[in-house]
């Protein structure tokens, strides 16, 4: 071969080659990798959603007290409506992560936000009861439902296939940092001004993220080319999926024969009734009763806020590397013990063993979450997200049982000491029944009961 015969395949092969590495670069999920993953920042922009929203969540507890001195409504009827928010919150969420398969998570969110705003700034014109209950109760606790943690569950599954324990973590403790932001804040507004320019202030926060998950968020890795984070494989975009309310209804009755169901739903019940039910409800009420200030038991709250997160990601961490079961009974059992010394400890000023509690039932607050979820993927797969909506609705069911209950027991016995000692002694038999749920063999069926 001649030199120049050399020169022109020569040539002819490094023209293929670009070609061939150009065509390759076209193909999804083979593109130059960005140093940082797009997929953290889909989780920043989730993680930002829930702190927006987390807004509403802080209310409630704070409302009890003005609501009964204005209206004379009794805390019975108050507890209702933030229990129907609650039970809504929860059986929404099912739904909700069927509806993101559907239609994709970006326009679920967004729509979830301006229900959330419009039903809190419709509160600041309501006269009777009923309208509370149709404002918070149905509007914020509908739209509340679909930015629950099935949310953070979609997101997970979707863009992670490594670090889901840790990502789960920072997501579910997202509410807890939107906690702190406003509880102080609101609990302000409230002693200084009134009721509602905090309601206003929570709907204006909602309203604030819309734009945000519009224009930033992204409903799967395929849609910008890339592969899950630590997949090894490009991850096609699965088609939208047609009926979403009987698909959710179908993963329900399917789970529901199976043991490991009934128990993570069990127990993540207890949590809701120890966790939002309880302590989030009823606790600055409560305190109040005992002499200390709406803005300092609400500081409390918020302080709980903080190491919440704390717990939260390092509950993550721990499910990535220890059995999910044993850490959920380690999470209820502290808990159940924490509330049994409460009432001893609320008094008018805050002191040292207070302070201590606060701490400590931070850490464990929704430690319970990403074990929880864990379990959910572990037993059911490709359906682990509409089956932890179902074990989430569970969740608050029993908070909304416990915020009426609470009410009404405050109501006939003028304490909430009850309250406090029953709630401990549920955490103690949550913990024995995540003992119970058995772990599923590889390749093998649907673990049962133990």
């Not at 592969?227 to 991850?235: D, I, L, N, T």
């Not at 029993?398 to 009850?418: E, P, Q």
Request: charged letters at 10%.
């Amino acid at each position: 071969m001649t030199t120049t015969e050399t020169s022109d395949a020569a040539g002819t092969a490094d023209a293929s080659g670009t070609a061939a590495a150009a065509s390759d670069l076209r193909k999804p999920g083979l593109g130059p990798r960005p140093r940082i993953h797009r997929a953290w920042f889909v989780a920043a922009v989730a993680f930002v959603t829930i702190i927006g929203a987390a807004a509403f969540r802080s209310l409630p507890g704070l409302l009890i007290d003005p609501l009964h001195d204005e209206f004379d409504w009794s805390r019975g009827t108050i507890g209702a409506a933030v229990s129907i928010n609650l039970a809504l919150y929860g059986l929404t969420a099912p739904f909700a992560a069927a509806l993101m398969d559907r239609f994709g998570i970006r326009r679920v969110v967004a729509v979830a936000l301006a229900v959330i705003a419009l039903g809190s700034g419709l509160t600041v014109w309501m006269t009777a009861a009923w309208q509370l209950m149709l404002c918070w109760g149905l509007l914020v606790g509908l739209g509340s439902g679909s930015m629950a943690l099935a949310f953070a569950a979609t997101v997970t599954n979707r863009w992670f296939t490594e670090r889901r324990g840790l990502v789960t973590g920072i997501l579910t403790a997202a509410s807890a940092s939107g906690q702190l932001i406003f509880l102080p804040l609101l609990s302000w507004i409230i002693e200084t001004y009134d009721w509602r320019p905090a309601a206003v202030t929570v709907s204006l926060a909602a309203l604030t993220v819309i734009p945000f998950v519009w224009l930033l968020l992204r409903d799967h890795p395929a849609d910008v080319g890339l592969k899950p984070y630590g997949a090894r494989e490009f991850v096609p975009k699965p088609a939208p999926v047609q009926g979403a309310a009987r698909r959710t209804v179908k993963v329900l009755f399917s789970a529901m024969r199976t043991g490991p169901f009934w128990l993570l739903a069990g127990t993540f019940a207890i949590c809701g009734a120890s966790t939002n039910g309880l302590i989030q409800t009823h606790f600055v009420p409560a305190a109040h009763d005992h002499g200390m200030p709406i803005t300092a038991a609400a500081s409390l709250l918020a302080v709980i806020g903080v190491f919440d997160v704390v717990g939260t990601i390092a509950s993550g961490w721990f499910t990535d590397r220890y059995e999910p079961r044993r850490l959920l009974a380690v999470y209820y059992a502290l808990r159940g013990v924490s509330l049994l010394f409460l009432p001893m400890l609320l008094a008018p000023s805050i002191h040292p063993p207070m302070i201590f509690f606060i701490v400590f039932y931070g850490l464990d607050w929704v430690a319970t979450v990403p074990p929880t979820i864990a379990l959910c993927r572990e037993h059911y797969g490709d359906d682990s997200a509409i089956v932890f909506g179902w074990v989430l609705a569970s969740h608050q069911v029993g908070a909304a049982f416990v915020a009426f209950l609470g009410g009404m027991a405050r109501d006939v016995f003028g304490s909430y000491d009850v309250v406090w000692y029953a709630s401990g002694a549920l955490c103690a038999a949550a913990a024995l029944m995540a003992l119970v749920i058995r772990r599923r063999p590889v390749g093998g069926v649907v673990g049962a009961l133990a």
